[in-house]
């Protein structure tokens, strides 16, 4: 059973926008915070944002800052990344997860889900 399920990924030029939704199921419902990791190829993963579930508190890597929003929709149980200006770096492998505490810790975070290709052309 997929606890997480990640969509929206493909194919975007330089400078233009994608976003991602993460829908998940009734059994993440107690998790405290959702948040989006990237891994690109031959490099670790790595934070992106997160947002804790309860209050909206928002956190972002200092990489998307200003470019990347990270939602939430309480009734739909999904978050979003909706991503702007994007740039070829940022091309990667996006990743959704839930935790019970913490927030840019990858080793924080229990459920994840299977990812979604982003690939941004110059």
């Known amino acids: 059973q997929d606890l997480l399920v990640e969509s929206g990924g493909g194919l975007v030029q330089a400078g233009g926008s994608l976003r991602l939704p993460c829908a998940a199921s009734k059994h993440i419902l107690g998790s405290y915070v959702r948040g989006w990791f990237r891994q690109a190829p031959g490099k670790e993963r790595e934070f992106v944002a997160a947002?804790?579930?309860?209050?909206?508190?928002?956190y972002y890597s200092d990489y998307v800052r200003g470019r990347f929003t990270i939602s939430r929709d309480i009734a739909k149980n999904t978050v979003y990344l909706q991503m702007n200006v994007l740039k070829p770096e940022d091309t990667a492998v996006y990743f959704c997860?839930?935790?019970?505490?913490?927030?840019?810790?990858?080793?924080?975070?229990?459920?994840w889900g299977q990812g979604t290709q982003v690939t941004v052309s110059s």
């Open positions: 947002i804790t579930w309860s209050d909206g508190s928002t």
């Open positions: 997860a839930a935790a019970t505490s913490g927030a840019r810790m990858a080793a924080d975070y229990r459920y």
